[in-house]
């Protein structure tokens, strides 16, 4: 069972920032790709952003120029950073690791992110 273990998250004004970051395990040595979901209760699922390892990302436009991802290929770790958090942020959010050659992915446990008005 591979297991992500997420951190950061909690509760952040609007206009502040929060940082996640996911570690995935360093034995994962094939090509992949990390990056977060969020979903809201009641709604679709969204991806966030994503990274491979040759450091190209891609972000939702919801969170364009608001939130960056980086990962450190050497330990197999991600971070997201948001910045000027809106109310709509307000999510749970979890990051995964997906094996580019076997499509799987897996999964961290999911982190909450308030942002108040």
């Known amino acids: 069972q591979v297991q992500l273990v997420e951190s950061g998250g909690g509760l952040a004004q609007a206009g502040g920032s929060l940082t996640l970051s996911c570690a995935a395990p360093?034995?994962?040595?094939?090509?992949?790709?990390l990056g977060w979901y969020r979903q809201v209760p009641g709604k679709q699922r969204e991806s966030v952003a994503f990274?491979?390892?040759?450091?190209?990302?891609v972000l939702a436009d919801s969170v364009k120029g608001r939130f960056t991802i980086s990962r450190d290929n050497g330990k197999n770790t991600a971070t997201l950073q948001m910045n000027s958090l809106k109310p709509d942020d307000t999510a749970i959010y979890s990051c995964?690791?997906?094996?580019?050659?076997?499509?799987?992915?897996?999964w961290g446990q999911g982190t909450q992110v308030t942002v108040s008005s």
């Open positions: 360093e034995s994962i040595v094939d090509d992949n790709v």
């Open positions: 990274i491979t390892r040759d450091q190209r990302s």
């Open positions: 995964y690791i997906e094996i580019k050659r076997t499509g799987v992915r897996y």
